[in-house]
């Protein structure tokens, strides 16, 4: 004897409106749940199911969009002052950052890759500077397959440490006035 109606601006098996659970969200940003929570007069609990509810739902969509990555770049940002890092995946053929995971280790890393396998089947290349974090996690999620490309930044500096370094030991060994005579000319 109960009948029921499909209503547009509600999500089936919500108690809530598809616009509440966006407002929740966008007010989430700027505010801690149980702040909301007294501010609206919702449970604190509630707040929080409907903002990982709707979080979950925009994650799906983010995943979905991103294009099949054939070339991708990981790097780190320093976030705020002191050592906190994001890893940043970017697809490097379209120049569009895909992916963002807290932290630089190289579990940080892997939990980007775990997240973005479903677009990396056809990977060919990651490029990423020295650290053996990212390197250590691309050749456990992704595999030995794909060719690791270490940017030129870092070799260049490499390189010209060693440069410097010989510079200096053959400095050290010969005598002074050589070393005036090399300064002028």
């Known amino acids: 004897g109960i009948k029921t109606e499909k209503l547009d601006f509600v999500e089936r098996n919500k108690r809530y409106s598809k616009e509440l659970g966006k407002e929740i969200t966008r007010y989430t940003k700027h505010l801690s749940n149980q702040s909301l929570s007294e501010l ?4 604190n609990t509630t ?3 409907i903002d990982k509810s709707q ?3 925009r994650y799906e969509e983010h995943i979905s969009k991103i294009d099949e990555v054939y070339n991708m770049c990981i790097d780190e940002v320093s976030i705020k002052k002191g050592h906190k890092y994001l890893t940043v995946f970017t ?3 379209t120049s569009k950052v895909i992916w ?3 932290g630089r280790k190289s579990n940080d890393c892997e939990r980007g890759l775990v997240k973005l396998k479903p677009k990396l089947n056809k990977l060919h290349a990651v490029s990423m500077d020295l650290w053996k974090a990212y390197e250590k996690a691309v050749d456990k999620v992704i595999g030995k397959d794909v060719l690791i490309v270490f940017d030129k930044f870092h070799l260049a500096k490499l390189l010209n ?3 410097e370094e010989e510079r200096r030991d053959y400095q050290n060994k010969i005598s002074f006035e050589e070393r005036l005579e090399i300064k002028k000319h």
């Open 40 to 43: 609206i007069g919702i449970s």
């Open 55 to 57: 979080l979950s739902k």
């Open 161 to 163: 440490k060693a440069i």
């Open 47 to 49: 707040i929080y199911r």
């Open 100 to 102: 963002l995971e807290k």
């Open 91 to 93: 697809n490097y053929d």
